[in-house]
């Protein structure tokens, strides 16, 4: 399957078509294997056994145990779990937390939440690639600081950071400090293995994927304070209650075997596109700049975060939907003006020219011609609205460093 004929689909971090062969795998158990995981009688005992197996493959696939796997509804509620939970499990140790400027809203409006709630929280900057340094992690940290939440690759600019040293610094500070990550961008990229990352708790969710929506993990080391936050039946360990969604997890664990397959295939495509486009924009478009890592190493293969001066990211995307092309851009209109992107302010993008962001986003749907019709599109879209724009200036010298290519 593709997208339908004339549209054409570059926004694979806000979630992906999910995959044939996971749809195949969640089907039966829709159909035939719909009984309740908790039941005594032999059906129920089919779905309890596809439960577990997908259990395995997804702790296989971390490098963790199957009983440190807690199955949720994505992302949003695995974030929301890892920072309430440790929380919640910690009050006699301390209620201090430390995260990030740019992390997903999942985080930073749980932190937000539980500021009100009498907890402290200490928010760590950035360098102007959208990277964490950890010597700043290890500096934000205080003795009772029970948990620290930082990103192993940014939704936006798609940074990614280095978790094991960010563990190693943080540990040396305060050894009890418990550490999540939000791997929801890098898990369809790479191979994560919760040891080597050196954290305590690690989200995922399927749809970024190629897995359906709605479904999610919480790796959680064992031993790791975490008091449930969804209450009413002992399901995950008395970590999670409700009555498990047996076919999204499947199709969960399904979805990430098959990207553990097909890693290598899917990081040459990205990459080889993602390089074109980096290379190709600036030249074809005046005044536009990358944003986030120059170095392909430290940034997620397929991310291509671009600012266009002169112009805002949610008119570029209007006229290219018109066009046929999706994308997406870091800023977001609220009640009529255009909010810059928080992730751009933090890496200190001037405001005026963040409102002008755009996010191109590659994977499975994409090829060649994909990456040759945007190369087409945008360049005149971006010229038409310049022309149309009342009062036309020089870019301002404080623009300058974000527009060299
Ligand atoms: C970094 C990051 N964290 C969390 C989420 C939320 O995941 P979900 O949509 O599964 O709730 C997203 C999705 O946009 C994300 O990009």
Redesign the pocket.
Known sequence: MSEPAGRTYLDH???TRPDERVVEAMLPYLRERWHNPSSIYVEAQATRRAIDEARETVADLLGARPEEIVFT???????NLALRGVLAASRSRGQHLVTTAV?????LDTAEQLQHEGATVSLVGVDREGRVDPAAVAAAVRDDTVLVSV?H???EVGAINDLAAIGRAVRERNPRAVLHT????SAAHFALDVNRLGVDLL?I????LYGP????VLYVRSGTPLAPQILGGSQERDRRAGTENTAAIVGLATAMRLAHEEREADLTRDRALQTRLLTELPRRIPLLGVTGPRDPAQRLPGNVSVVVGFVEGESILLALDLAGVAASSGSACTTGSVEPSHVLVAMGVPPDLARGSLRITLGRENAERDVDRLLTVLPPIVERMRALSPVRVAAPPEWAPWLVS
Do not use: L, W, Y
């Open positions: 971090a806000a979630t509804s994505g992302g949003s509620e695995s974030d992390e997903h809203h999942a985080v990103m690759a940014n939704n939000d791997a929801v961008q989200t969710t399927a749809h970024k929506r709605g479904a999610g």
